[in-house]
């Protein structure tokens, strides 16, 4: 059956980090609306350029514009055992729509990343991404060998736009109003689960993997 990880969790409680330990652990990809979002205003594309207005506020993007970018994703190859997802869904429209996309012979889990607000603002601001490859590195937790190199390819390291402090608190309200609402909506049907993202990150990564 395809397995289909759903990481919820406000921004910085580690989806990305985490996501990509379990996708290599599982062998299957993990997917960042974000990323693709990001990409996207990278390569200054229509969509992205509609998107960039959306994400410098830490506001969230049109449901059509990622919903059919997330579409297209999960068709291709890689995808077919099953996925991991960071950022999507968001809010509940967009969960209705993945559960119109996932076919019956899916096997769900959503996992919620927990941490408090104080901690969540100390991570982001410490969070730099390479501008090239996306990998993510936290300066004291997870510093880079060289500074402002990325380790993996060699780009340089950056601070999202949206990682200054009033755009972070703009996210996480965002986070309560928009996205936390989506708790309920998986509780009630049983596919919830709770793992703190604010220990270290091997324990995060063991638990959610005792979970399936
Ligand atoms: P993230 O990398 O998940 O923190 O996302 C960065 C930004 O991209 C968010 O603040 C939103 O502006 C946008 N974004 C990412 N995923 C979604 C989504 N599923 N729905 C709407 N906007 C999104």
Redesign the pocket.
């Known amino acids: 059956m395809k397995k289909v990880l759903i990481l919820l969790g406000p ?1 910085g409680a580690g ?2 980090t985490v996501g990509k330990r379990l996708s290599e652990d599982w062998k299957i990809p993990l997917i ?4 693709i ?2 990409e996207n205003v990278k390569r200054k594309t229509p969509l992205g350029k509609k ?1 960039k207005e ?2 410098d506020k ?6 059509s514009i ?1 919903t059919e970018l ?1 579409k297209e994703r999960i068709k291709e190859d890689d995808c077919k055992d099953g996925f991991i997802l ?6 509940k429209r ?1 969960a209705e729509i993945l559960d119109q996309i996932l076919k019956n012979n899916t096997d769900i889990l959503v996992v919620n990343l927990i941490a408090d607000d104080d901690f969540l603002v100390k991570r982001l601001a410490n969070r730099r991404v390479c501008e090239k490859c996306g990998a993510i590195y936290h300066l004291i937790n997870i510093p880079p060998k060289k500074p402002g190199i990325c380790d993996i390819c060699g780009g340089k390291l950056i601070q999202r736009e ?1 990682d200054k402090e009033e755009v972070i608190r703009n ?1 996480l309200e ?1 986070y309560r109003e928009k996205t936390s609402p989506l708790l309920e909506y998986y509780s009630k049907k049983g596919i919830l689960k709770e793992v703190r993202g604010d220990q270290e990150l091997n324990n995060t990564v063991s638990q959610i993997e005792r979970l399936w």
């Open positions: 921004p989806k990305g960042s609306s974000g990323d979002l990001r998107a959306y994400m830490g506001e969230l993007v049109p449901d990622v997330i960071d950022g999507y869904p968001r809010n967009q949206d996210r965002v």
